[in-house]
């Protein structure tokens, strides 16, 4: 009699731990969904001033040359992700 008890009390804390656990998946699913939404909304601003500078400090060192320069502008451009915007009759890319 006292083992089936144990089990029926087992049994119940591993459902309260399941439920448990349910509940907080459902929490982060939310959550990323939320922050998923607010990612795709954000559109980014690319400042001309800024690249200038990006691109005048990238062909001064290129200028120098050496292999470290090389070796930085590969990271950078590994690190360049594209994504196709627009569908329309002239869909680009931005970066």
Excluded at 45 to 59: E, F, K, M, S
Excluded at 60 to 74: E, I, S, Y
């Amino acid at each position: 009699m006292t083992s089936v008890i144990q089990r029926h009390t087992v049994v119940q804390r591993v459902r309260e731990w399941l439920g448990e656990a349910e509940r907080q998946a459902a929490r982060i699913q939310e959550h990323l969904g939320r922050l998923g939404g607010e990612e795709c909304s954000a559109t980014l601003q690319i400042h001309p001033g800024r690249v200038r500078a990006y691109l005048d400090n990238l062909l001064a060192t290129l200028a120098k040359g050496g292999t470290r320069p090389r070796q930085l502008l590969q990271a950078d451009v590994e690190r360049i992700l594209v994504h196709p915007v627009g569908e329309g009759a002239k869909p680009f890319a931005r970066a």
